[in-house]
């Protein structure tokens, strides 16, 4: 069984950062070819991806956080990190890790198969 638990949200001014972390457990990336993202979703609003990893540790980025965000993993702590630098208010939502078996990954929410709980992020101006 696969989990995701998140880590590392909270709250912090316009312009700051912040690392958020998912562990996970039940598999290891040794073991399985996996790929994860990170999707949030902020009040009223859809969930949407922010950023990705595949397998072989390519990247890919929403554009509202290229240049800011960084997307990178741990293999041998099975850990998951997003860097979040320059921070504006409109990235204040709930952050989800999501994981799923397969090389390539993308930011469509229908793609991943295991969600952690999530983790708050407040930005405040």
């Known amino acids: 069984q696969v989990q995701l638990v998140e880590s590392g949200g909270g709250s912090v001014q316009a312009g700051g950062s912040l690392r958020l972390s998912c562990a996970g457990s039940g598999y290891t990336y040794s073991n399985f070819y996996i790929y994860m993202g990170w999707f949030r979703q902020a009040p009223g609003k859809r969930r949407e991806g922010v950023a990705c990893?595949?397998?072989?540790?390519?990247?890919t980025y929403a554009d509202s956080v290229k240049g800011r965000f960084t997307i990178s993993k741990d293999n041998a702590k099975n850990t998951l990190y997003l860097q979040m630098n320059s921070l504006k208010p409109e990235d204040a939502a709930m952050y989800y890790c999501?994981?799923?078996?397969?090389?390539?990954?993308?930011?469509?929410?229908?793609?991943?198969?295991?969600w952690g709980q999530g983790t708050q992020v407040t930005v405040s101006s």
């Open positions: 990893i595949g397998s072989d540790g390519s990247t």
């Open positions: 999501a994981a799923d078996r397969g090389h390539l990954c993308g930011l469509r929410e229908s793609s991943y198969k295991y």
